[in-house]
């Protein structure tokens, strides 16, 4: 064969490593990582010219779809489709024998031991297996934890999960924040995902054709939201230097751009349709001090920023988040300059105080307001903020299996004045300096960037092993952040506090975007 420059013998070496430990090849962009390459660019090159001198092969359909190729075979095989799995809830087993699959070849598995599946349903949205995918399985009845999995349970139900081995149970996890795991003691596994073929023709139409910039970003949580509903990010700012580290850890393409605000020259942001920021809140909050335009730090007036933004670039809207008091501010005061300002640039403007717990089955008692302006008023009038949700989460069902033991009180001065008064592991508390409150709604009280501040801000729960405050891990995701998302290793417990407890909530996010995208679609 070719002989293959040091590089492309150093990705080929990669490939063949990664598909040997994890069942399934890289995507390009892990490929990218670890050449640490700046752009795709040059893995495609790479990778073009791997496949042009007979070393692998690619399925153009597939996501992972790269292949060790095999002398002598052909490059296509047929493996049978067997049937329906489902991404969702689990389903009877379906199976539909006679239909095949192509792929191809793969000199890592024995064609013997494949079978493909179709897909039904949503839960493995963030892992890139949608409705309507087929995914190519290799048959094994055991797997290691976080591969995803064909489990049946309950006898003749099927399901397609992730799966994770805890200390009486298993635990089978959805890639899709909006769904809770299953936990089940016994469970048969049929096979582990090496392919996902797309299915194109079924697919609806996601062009995000409209792009938004991202202000007083944080960890991404406006981001988030919008993403899931087709919006594309063209721009990323804030202040906080850490944040990036948490920022660009989960997202491709756009990434955090640090700086002030108010150094930053308008017309050199790029286009864009929707401006989106929950411009800084300690200014009005309940919690902060409540100066307003008149905060000392200069907090409140990073508002005229925005102004200053949607005046230069005119887009066709904006989507604000502040706390609940902004609107009562100075008795009003403040809210109606904001209004007139953002009227005075041309906008129809709607806003409402939405809770994360009637909103976005979150269990945290959140209220913030959501301003929405369009510059179209035919959008305007078709725009209503989301309906109320049932709210079926609890803060139990997004606690972690095991929890360091710095983070517990036992055995700490201030155990002696918890003990008593923490006992209901279903209930959330907060010390107040000289007693604990109990929060009576059953779910989480607001978390706020004071958590990062130390002392006993981040809120209380008992567990199994004793009373803790919760991690910086169970605050993001009770702010509606996905099960996937990453924290960094290296970044301290009170920056991540402050960085979840300053963010908005994911799913009350999308649940307006999706109405934004409504209006203007």
């Given at each position: 064969?070719?002989?293959?420059?040091?590089?492309?013998?150093?990705?080929?070496?990669?490939?063949?490593?990664?598909?040997?430990?994890?069942?399934?090849?890289?995507?390009?962009?892990?490929?990218?990582?670890?050449?640490?390459?700046?752009?795709?660019?040059?893995?495609?090159?790479?990778?073009?010219?791997?496949?042009?001198?007979?070393?692998?092969?690619?399925?153009?359909?597939?996501?992972?779809?790269?292949?060790?190729?095999?002398?002598?075979?052909?490059?296509?095989?047929?493996?049978?489709?067997?049937?329906?799995?489902?991404?969702?809830?689990?389903?009877?087993?379906?199976?539909?024998?006679?239909?095949?699959?192509?792929?191809?070849?793969?000199?890592?598995?024995?064609?013997?031991?494949?079978?493909?599946?179709?897909?039904?349903?949503?839960?493995?949205?963030?892992?890139?297996?949608?409705?309507?995918?087929?995914?190519?399985?290799?048959?094994?009845?055991?797997?290691?934890?976080?591969?995803?999995?064909?489990?049946?349970?309950?006898?003749?139900?099927?399901?397609?999960?992730?799966?994770?081995?805890?200390?009486?149970?298993?635990?089978?996890?959805?890639?899709?924040?909006?769904?809770?795991?299953?936990?089940?003691?016994?469970?048969?596994?049929?096979?582990?995902?090496?392919?996902?073929?797309?299915?194109?023709?079924?697919?609806?139409?996601?062009?995000?054709?409209?792009?938004?910039?991202?202000?007083?970003?944080?960890?991404?949580?406006?981001?988030?939201?919008?993403?899931?509903?087709?919006?594309?990010?063209?721009?990323?700012?804030?202040?906080?230097?850490?944040?990036?580290?948490?920022?660009?850890?989960?997202?491709?393409?756009?990434?955090?751009?640090?700086?002030?605000?108010?150094?930053?020259?308008?017309?050199?942001?790029?286009?864009?349709?929707?401006?989106?920021?929950?411009?800084?809140?300690?200014?009005?909050?309940?919690?902060?001090?409540?100066?307003?335009?008149?905060?000392?730090?200069?907090?409140?007036?990073?508002?005229?920023?925005?102004?200053?933004?949607?005046?230069?670039?005119?887009?066709?809207?904006?989507?604000?988040?502040?706390?609940?008091?902004?609107k009562g501010h100075d008795k009003g005061k403040t809210f109606k300059i904001i209004t007139d300002t953002l009227e005075g640039l041309g906008y129809h403007i709607k806003s409402k105080?939405?809770?994360?717990?009637?909103?976005?089955?979150?269990?945290?008692?959140?209220?913030?307001?959501?301003?929405?302006?369009?510059?179209?008023?035919?959008?305007?009038?078709?725009?209503?903020?989301?309906?109320?949700?049932?709210?079926?989460?609890?803060?139990?069902?997004?606690?972690?299996?095991?929890?360091?033991?710095?983070?517990?009180?036992?055995?700490?001065?201030?155990?002696?004045?918890?003990?008593?008064?923490?006992?209901?592991?279903?209930?959330?508390?907060?010390?107040?300096?000289?007693?604990?409150?109990?929060?009576?709604?059953?779910?989480?009280?607001?978390?706020?960037?004071?958590?990062?501040?130390?002392?006993?801000?981040?809120?209380?729960?008992?567990?199994?092993?004793?009373?803790?405050?919760?991690?910086?891990?169970?605050?993001?995701?009770?702010?509606?952040?996905?099960?996937?998302?990453?924290?960094?290793?290296?970044?301290?417990?009170?920056?991540?506090?402050?960085?979840?407890?300053?963010?908005?909530?994911?799913?009350?996010?999308?649940?307006?975007?999706?109405?934004?995208?409504?209006?203007?679609?």
């Amino acid at each position: 064969m070719p002989t293959l420059t040091k590089r492309q013998k150093q990705i080929l070496d990669y490939i063949k490593t990664f598909i040997d430990k994890n069942g399934y090849s890289p995507t390009f962009e892990e490929i990218r990582k670890f050449l640490k390459l700046k752009a795709l660019s040059g893995v495609y090159q790479h990778v073009s010219v791997l496949i042009d001198k007979g070393y692998i092969t690619r399925d153009e359909n597939a996501t992972r779809g790269l292949g060790i190729r095999k002398p002598g075979k052909n490059d296509v095989i047929e493996i049978p489709l067997v049937g329906v799995i489902a991404a969702g809830q689990p389903i009877e087993a379906i199976e539909n024998r006679g239909e095949t699959v192509t792929i191809a070849r793969d000199s890592y598995f024995d064609p013997e031991q494949l079978y493909a599946l179709r897909v039904a349903g949503d839960s493995m949205v963030d892992d890139g297996i949608f409705d309507g995918d087929t995914v190519v399985i290799k048959k094994q009845e055991s797997a290691d934890d976080g591969q995803t999995v064909v489990a049946i349970i309950d006898k003749n139900e099927a399901t397609l999960k992730r799966i994770y081995r805890e200390r009486n149970k298993i635990r089978l996890q959805p890639a899709n924040q909006s769904l809770l795991p299953i936990f089940r003691t016994q469970v048969t596994i049929q096979g582990v995902v090496v392919k996902i073929i797309r299915n194109f023709n079924n697919e609806p139409q996601k062009t995000k054709e409209f792009k938004t910039i991202d202000l007083f970003a944080g960890v991404g949580g406006i981001r988030l939201g919008f993403e899931k509903t087709e919006f594309e990010t063209v721009f990323a700012n804030d202040f906080e230097q850490q944040c990036k580290d948490t920022y660009d850890l989960n997202f491709d393409g756009t990434k955090l751009f640090i700086e002030d605000i108010q150094k930053i020259n308008e017309k050199k942001i790029p286009d864009f349709d929707f401006l989106l920021g929950g411009f800084p809140c300690q200014a009005f909050s309940i919690a902060g001090y409540r100066q307003g335009f008149d905060d000392e730090k200069g907090r409140g007036n990073l508002f005229y920023d925005v102004a200053r933004i949607l005046k230069e670039k005119k887009p066709m809207g904006f989507m604000l988040e502040n706390v609940k008091n902004l609107k009562g501010h100075d008795k009003g005061k403040t809210f109606k300059i904001i209004t007139d300002t953002l009227e005075g640039l041309g906008y129809h403007i709607k806003s409402k105080v939405l809770n994360s717990m009637e909103y976005g089955n979150v269990p945290q008692n959140r209220e913030r307001i959501y301003i929405v302006g369009f510059k179209d008023k035919k959008h305007y009038e078709k725009f209503s903020f989301p309906s109320t949700v049932k709210l079926t989460k609890k803060v139990t069902d997004l606690l972690e299996e095991n929890v360091d033991e710095k983070y517990y009180y036992n055995g700490k001065p201030l155990y002696k004045k918890l003990k008593d008064e923490v006992t209901n592991r279903n209930t959330v508390y907060q010390w107040r300096r000289k007693y604990v409150r109990e929060n009576k709604k059953g779910v989480c009280p607001p978390l706020t960037a004071n958590m990062g501040m130390g002392g006993h801000n981040v809120p209380i729960i008992r567990d199994k092993k004793g009373i803790r405050k919760l991690t910086p891990l169970e605050c993001a995701r009770i702010q509606g952040f996905p099960m996937n998302y990453k924290l960094p290793k290296h970044t301290s417990d009170s920056a991540l506090y402050k960085q979840f407890g300053n963010s908005v909530t994911v799913p009350v996010v999308k649940a307006v975007a999706v109405q934004i995208k409504k209006a203007i679609s």
